[in-house]
């Protein structure tokens, strides 16, 4: 026999309320508040243990470990729901008007909507924690694999998936969309005039182009402090990692390869700090370098960030 039908009216409920209300399953389910205090806790109770002891030197490597857990967790439910998903469409292409055919739609239905429930659910816990380990350490957690659909932080994009969604133009969660900036920088370039100018030129770039994604290689110094804008400002970012293992000392050069086969409508660079103690006797930082080099030589506008204040002058 056909389940029994329940309304519910969800109207008054905010987006994720109304998402569990409408699984109609009688036991509670937390709150979007209570899981964001879950991840906060999570990370909070981490740090208290291991910050200003011996782990302290491994601090990074355990909370970012522990949010990476979280997001396996994630990839997980989405592939479940995703499986689902394609069961249901079956189902539906093989419907044959029965009441036995009806139900199992309804259930297959019902299980991915459980199991997209679960993932925003788990998402909102390790967004949470990322964003309790950012303030906590001024770090910026991102993946190693994958992406990172939406979020209350920016939305992070593997550079392999963005390359397959610009050449079929999908406009899913992969497209890094058509205003791509690239962006490389020194892992020297880290002090308080870095990070001004940094932040100067990003918020510039977005002015220019409101749209705009962020493409890096997510490598310590001044892009790590662009990422940590591209977290605050909620704009995408694409992590071009460098393979060290596939391409050795090439792998930093390599990476910008795959920077510009983004088709960036601007590159950034800054190849040394502007502190002046950090950027004595330094030379400038080859890849940012090269990266520039190749941009004009594919007429792509490139900018060249300097000490002055104002507006980045084209190099």
């Known amino acids: 026999m056909r389940p029994p039908s329940t309304f519910f009216n969800t109207a008054d409920l905010d987006g994720f309320d109304a998402r569990t209300a409408a699984l109609q399953d009688p036991r509670p389910h937390p709150t979007e508040p209570q899981l964001v205090q879950l991840g906060r806790a999570l990370l909070g ?3 208290d243990t291991v910050l200003g002891g011996a782990l302290e ?8 470990t522990l949010i990476g857990g979280l997001h396996a967790g994630v990839q997980r ?3 479940d729901a995703d499986r689902e998903r394609e069961r249901l469409a079956g189902l539906l292409r093989d419907f044959d008007g029965s009441e036995v055919a009806d139900v199992d739609l309804q259930e297959a239905k019902a299980r991915a909507d459980a199991m997209d429930v679960a993932a925003e ?4 816990v390790r967004d ?3 964003e309790s380990y950012g303030i906590s350490t001024g770090e910026v957690w991102s993946p190693w694999r994958g992406s990172v659909r939406g979020g209350a932080t920016a939305a992070q994009l593997d550079a392999q998936a963005a390359l397959r969604a610009i050449e079929v133009r999908r406009r899913d969660a ?3 969309g058509d205003a791509v900036v690239a962006f490389r920088a020194s892992p020297r370039s880290d002090t308080p005039e870095d990070a001004g100018r940094i932040f100067d030129a990003l918020n510039w770039a977005r002015t220019q182009h409101p749209d705009m994604s962020l493409a890096l290689t997510g490598a310590k110094g001044g892009e790590r402090i662009a990422k940590r804008w591209a977290q605050q400002k909620g704009v995408r970012l694409v992590l071009a990692r460098p393979d060290f293992e596939r391409f050795g000392r090439a792998a930093p050069f390599r990476a910008n390869d795959q920077l510009l086969a983004l088709q960036p409508v601007c590159v950034l660079v800054l190849p ?7 950027q004595a006797g330094a030379p400038p930082f080859g890849p940012a370098m090269n990266l520039a080099e ?3 030589a594919r007429g792509v506008r490139c900018v060249r960030i300097g000490p002055k204040p104002g507006a980045p002058a084209a190099a």
């Not at 030197?57 to 970012?64: G, R």
């Not at 040394?272 to 950090?278: I, N, P």
């Open 272 to 278: 040394e700090s502007l502190g002046l103690a950090a």
């Open 128 to 130: 949470a924690a990322a």
């Open 294 to 296: 190749q941009a004009q």
């Open 121 to 124: 659910a788990l998402a909102f």
């Open 77 to 79: 439910l989405e592939r």
């Open 57 to 64: 030197d491994h601090a990074v490597t355990i909370c970012e």
């Open 45 to 47: 109770e981490v740090l």
């Open 174 to 176: 992969a497209d890094p």
